[in-house]
């Protein structure tokens, strides 16, 4: 017994030395491995941002990002003792069931990969998906985030979104601002239309190019609709709408032409004088 014992203390030592080996390569992986991953996708990020699109930028950076923490998480398990084979099975028979179980996840991770290649959008976009429209914040495997111009974040699935009309906004770098205004059928459309056009070419904002139209949209019961279009860069966009309208209403009382409001008379028969109403304070 005291042979035994005299050799098999040196092997237990020998063991203890080796698992805190062990323990010491791990615990480097998850150190200083992980951080390291991490500030190689940042690293990739701001390089690829420089010479292609923020999209394509992100997703180059969580490539290697997820693939760096694969790395370091199968080095980790197999400095542990697990066995290659074992975890090829078991990570096969997880995939199955949850692949059975995750079929809505699957189709929009696919769906994903088609808005990617079709490039509809990008992240800095706003777009319009069913009612609700927002600043692409990202697009990730299974969704796409949004912001709202009231500052909500909402997230879309990307199988939604691939089987939905998307709207890009601001795909092109100008848009077309149309204001409705409404003028009493007793004033001279021209006039109208000259103060109009007036309006836009004293605006700095408005675009000559293409020119701005002014077209006769209907008639109401009580006025003749005009619509005002005229074009503006994209982020002037609502400046130019805001300040188009307010220049309108100004100019309009200034000229004397009239914005007529609905109004109702009353008859007693069609062939008596209408009703006479008086105010009485």
């Known amino acids: 017994m005291d042979l035994v014992s005299k050799w098999a203390s040196p092997i237990q030592q020998l063991g203890n030395i080796q698992a805190f080996a062990t323990l010491i390569r791990v615990a480097v992986w998850l150190v200083i491995g992980l951080p390291l991953v991490a500030l190689l996708s940042r690293s990739l990020k701001r390089y690829l941002a420089r010479r292609y699109t923020p999209q394509q930028a992100m997703i180059g950076s969580r490539f290697v990002l997820y693939l760096g923490i694969g790395f370091v998480i199968f080095t ?7 066995k290659l084979t074992t975890l090829l099975g078991a990570a096969g028979i997880v995939g199955v069931a949850v692949g059975f179980a995750a079929q809505t996840s699957v189709s929009n991770i696919i769906s994903g990969l088609f808005i990617v290649a079709e490039r509809p959008f990008g992240v800095g976009d706003v777009i ?26 909402v ?23 149309e204001i409705t205004v409404g003028v009493a059928y007793k004033e001279d459309i021209g006039k109208v239309r000259d103060v109009l056009l007036d309006i836009v070419h004293k ?3 408005c675009l000559n190019h293409p020119e701005p139209l002014v077209l006769i949209s209907g008639f109401g019961n009580s006025s003749v609709d005009l619509t005002l279009m005229v074009w503006a860069t994209k982020g002037d966009y609502l400046t130019v709408k805001n ?33 006479p109403v008086k105010l009485v304070s």
């Open 76 to 82: 980790v398990l197999t400095e542990l003792g697990f």
């Open 128 to 153: 319009t998906v069913g009612n609700v429209t927002g600043e692409v914040l990202s697009i990730d495997a299974l969704s796409v985030k949004l912001r709202t111009f009231d500052n909500r974040y």
């Open 243 to 275: 300040a188009v309208a307010e220049e309108i209403k100004r100019r309009f009382d200034q000229e004397g032409i009239e914005i007529p409001f609905p109004h109702l008379s009353l008859y007693a028969g069609s062939a008596t004088e209408p009703i």
């Open 155 to 177: 997230r879309i699935p990307n199988e939604t979104v691939l089987k939905t009309e998307v709207t890009n906004i601001t795909r092109f770098p100008i848009r077309r601002v």
């Open 203 to 205: 605006n700095p904002l």
